[in-house]
């Protein structure tokens, strides 16, 4: 069934787990998601970004989501990742999104400010859930120093006055994850997202949880953490199912016979990261 992102992150804050949100570009990705869901007995999030409804549209990322979640036998939420673009998130809202990202981490505090009222503005009145970033979650390949990283981090006194003064439903923080595979071990601050889950009361949210450890993510979830992001180990999987199929069989001409293989590794991996969130048993 399809249900807000903030029914589900409401839920995840009060039991102490957190929910996937998985990022969607085609139906084996969707079909994949949805049945490491019901086979796990997980809520889960369909996440959009700006990549993905560039690759394939708007229009079939909201239909595919909501054929999804509409059959799904569990909680299933429609999230925009990373929305920029006023616009955008408007046209998202309008093809049944349940749940927008206003990422405003790249402006000065008041003006991450202005720009997530604005969009809370709308999407509140029609049901739709927001979430913000503060800090600024870079990507691996960012050629930068660990004092330069640890600026980019999210500040504690900063994310009290954000979430009082926007009244935002979720917040993305920094805290030492990049999107895209880690070169080394990525070191989190779980000091920084202590003392930020005890100045906020609303649900944290974790980016570019792909290569993270098990046991960080466990440990970023028992501090707080009620929604976590997948993306590249996701992908990594796909690559892998089709990559055995090509080299195992190079005559191979039928998509059916190559994707198919490829959803079930990624059925595999997202069904795992599940059991790791503790978002099993919990629809
Ligand atoms: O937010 C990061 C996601 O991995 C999206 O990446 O824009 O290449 O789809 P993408
Ligand atoms: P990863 O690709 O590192 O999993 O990050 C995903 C993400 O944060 C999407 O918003
Ligand atoms: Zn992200
Ligand atoms: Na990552």
């Given amino acids: 069934m399809?249900?807000?992102?903030?029914?589900?992150?409401?839920?995840a804050q009060k039991n102490g787990y957190a929910v996937g949100a998985f990022n969607v570009n085609n139906m084996e990705i969707v079909q994949a998601i949805i049945e490491a869901?019901?086979?796990?007995?997980?809520?889960v999030i369909l996440q959009a970004s700006q990549g993905g409804l560039k690759y394939a549209g708007v229009e079939?990322?909201?239909?595919?989501?909501?054929?999804?979640?509409?059959?799904a036998s569990v909680p299933v939420a429609i999230h925009l990742d990373h929305g920029t673009d006023f616009n955008q998130?408007?046209?998202?809202?309008?093809?049944g999104f349940t749940s927008v990202m206003i990422d405003g981490s790249k402006y000065a505090l008041e003006d991450n400010i202005a720009i997530t009222?604005?969009?809370?503005?709308?999407?509140?009145?029609?049901?739709?859930?927001?979430?913000?970033?503060?800090?600024?979650?870079?990507?691996t390949e960012d050629d930068i120093t660990v004092d330069e990283r640890e600026a980019t981090f999210t500040?504690?006194?900063?994310?009290?006055?954000?979430?009082?003064?926007?009244?935002?439903?979720?917040?993305a923080i920094a805290i030492g994850t990049a999107h895209g595979p880690y070169k080394?071990?990525?070191?989190?601050?779980?000091?920084?997202?202590?003392t930020i889950r005890e100045r906020i009361a609303i649900p944290i949210v974790l980016h570019g949880s792909s290569g993270v450890p098990e046991e960080s993510l466990k440990k970023a979830i028992s501090i707080g953490v009620s929604?976590?992001?997948?993306?590249?180990?996701?992908?990594?999987?796909?690559?892998?199912g089709v990559t055995k199929v090509i080299t195992g069989n190079p005559n191979e001409y039928d998509p059916r016979k190559i994707l198919g293989p490829a959803k079930e590794e990624m059925r595999k991996a997202i069904a795992e990261k599940m059991i790791i969130f503790g978002s099993n048993g919990r629809a």
């Fill in 2 to 11: 399809l249900v807000t992102g903030r029914e589900l992150l409401d839920d």
């Fill in 37 to 43: 869901a019901e086979e796990t007995k997980s809520p």
């Fill in 60 to 71: 079939y990322i909201a239909e595919l989501a909501k054929i999804a979640a509409r059959n």
């Fill in 89 to 95: 998130i408007m046209k998202c809202i309008r093809y």
């Fill in 117 to 139: 009222k604005k969009v809370i503005e709308v999407a509140s009145p029609v049901g739709v859930s927001v979430e913000a970033e503060l800090g600024k979650i870079g990507g």
């Fill in 155 to 171: 500040d504690p006194d900063e994310a009290a006055k954000f979430v009082e003064e926007t009244g935002v439903d979720s917040l």
């Fill in 184 to 194: 080394g071990e990525p070191k989190l601050d779980f000091d920084r997202l202590k």
């Fill in 227 to 240: 929604k976590i992001n997948i993306d590249t180990d996701v992908r990594m999987a796909f690559a892998k």
